[in-house]
């Protein structure tokens, strides 16, 4: 099985499909404003493409159980129905279905897994989830962050609105 398939050059940007073992499937893949060496942006793709497929089993379960928090949250706070119980965080993963690895531009030489996901108790902004090193910087509704920035706080405000990070 490849790691990554179907890859095409669309004006200034990669696109592809990636493996996603956690979900046992291929997702589309996509850059953003890439300028220059494509052999280089392909070697990045591969990088984020490599470390998507080794999130350790402690990453993966933050991200589980951010994602059951936000999900309570989203369901307590904007639709007034009862929190969903799960018996193992990763139960909460048949309830999202992954739609794109969004590989930014490469600002050091660090992978990103940057995904954009559907979510069944969010279907207008579906959620995100960024991860860069060992740690979880943000799960939410999908705001299109910038995966390079610190998210040094879980509550964050854009357009003078405020919304939730339930990283962990």
Request: proline residues 4%.
């Amino acid at each position: 099985m490849k790691l990554i398939k179907n890859i095409a050059y669309r004006s200034i940007n990669l696109e592809g499909e990636v493996f996603f073992p956690l979900f046992e499937r291929y997702i589309r893949f996509s850059t953003h404003n890439y300028e220059g060496n494509a052999d280089l942006d392909l070697t990045y793709v591969n990088q984020c493409a490599a470390y998507l497929n080794s999130l350790s089993d402690d990453l993966i379960n933050r991200l589980c159980q951010g994602s059951i928090m936000y999900c309570n949250y989203y369901l307590d706070e904007y639709l007034g129905e009862d929190q969903k119980e799960f018996i193992n965080c990763r139960d909460v993963l048949s309830l999202i279905t992954p739609l794109n690895l969004s590989i930014p531009k490469m600002k050091r030489n660090e992978p990103i897994v940057h995904l954009e996901l559907d979510c069944e108790w969010e279907p207008e902004h579906g959620m995100e989830w960024i991860v860069r090193g060992d740690r979880v910087l943000y799960i939410g509704s999908f705001e299109s962050e910038d995966p390079w920035d610190e998210f040094p706080e879980r509550e964050r405000y854009i357009n003078g609105g405020k919304f939730e990070n339930f990283a962990c």
